[in-house]
């Protein structure tokens, strides 16, 4: 089974605009993190913003926020008022619990979203 | 920082020759990461290592795909004798031990074998 699963491979957005990628993930652990990472046309992988399986709140990042949703294993990630740098592809992560054998410290990703701004 | 540095950047051979790519994590990073990128199969994990010891390599292809770690700063990854479909970015990446920590990754090498 796919540990990362993000159903959207494209997505468009005018600029100004929220835009939600989805993300859902499965784990039997009651730890783990989540990640969302953003790879541009030029290549790199950047970090955007974290959720803890503990944490009480949505994680926040400026203008990104992980929409949690605990009981229905998901992750969104919402971008407010989109920008024309925000096109990209979008990664969801997870890593499971450190104490968990030899997953120790790999994240599992997911195929990711192509997300379009449009002016 | 310098983050995690890679190189070659770009590295154009003809199949049947060894390739050697190469990795520095960042400095007191236990874990490094090998990963492969095509638009057919994604992002994909080769192998990874926690304090330069090997601790998961079921992601690398074949024996044709060798990695070392000889010490906490420096890591390589060959493919001999590469072949068109080994055509790829090569991402390293680092990271501490913890659940929270995210991966650093490289700038990736992009690999052409023609």
């Known amino acids: 089974a796919q540990k990362i699963t993000q159903t959207q491979p494209g997505m468009f957005v005018q600029e100004k605009e929220a835009v939600t990628l989805d993300c859902t993930y499965d784990?039997?652990?009651?730890?783990?993190?989540l990640f969302w990472y953003k790879q541009p046309s030029s290549g790199e992988m950047i970090f955007l913003i974290y959720q803890g399986s503990y944490d009480q709140q949505n994680a926040t990042e400026g203008r990104y926020s992980l929409n949690f949703q605990k009981a229905r294993k998901s992750a969104n990630l919402v971008i407010s008022a989109s920008q024309l740098g925000d096109s990209a592809m979008y990664f969801c992560a997870m890593r499971e619990s450190p104490y968990r054998g030899s997953t120790l410290g790999r994240l599992y990703f997911g195929r990711g979203t192509q997300l379009t701004v449009w002016p | 920082d310098a983050g995690v540095i890679q190189s070659p950047r770009h590295e154009v051979t003809e199949m049947g020759q060894e390739v050697t790519l190469r990795c520095k994590p960042i400095?007191?990073?236990?874990?490094l990461f090998w990963y492969r990128q095509t638009m057919m199969r994604g992002l994909e994990l080769l192998i990874y290592f926690n304090n330069n010891v090997p601790i998961d390599d079921s992601g690398m292809p074949e024996d044709r795909f060798s990695a070392k770690m000889p010490n906490a700063s420096f890591s390589t990854l060959k493919i001999q004798p590469s072949e068109p479909r080994d055509s790829a970015v090569y991402f390293c990446?680092?990271?501490?031990?913890?659940?929270?920590?995210?991966?650093?990754f490289g700038p990736g090498t992009r690999l052409t074998v023609t």
């Open positions: 400095s007191g990073h236990d874990y």
């Open positions: 990446a680092s990271s501490l031990t913890g659940l929270a920590y995210e991966q650093y």
């Open positions: 784990t039997s652990d009651p730890s783990y993190g």
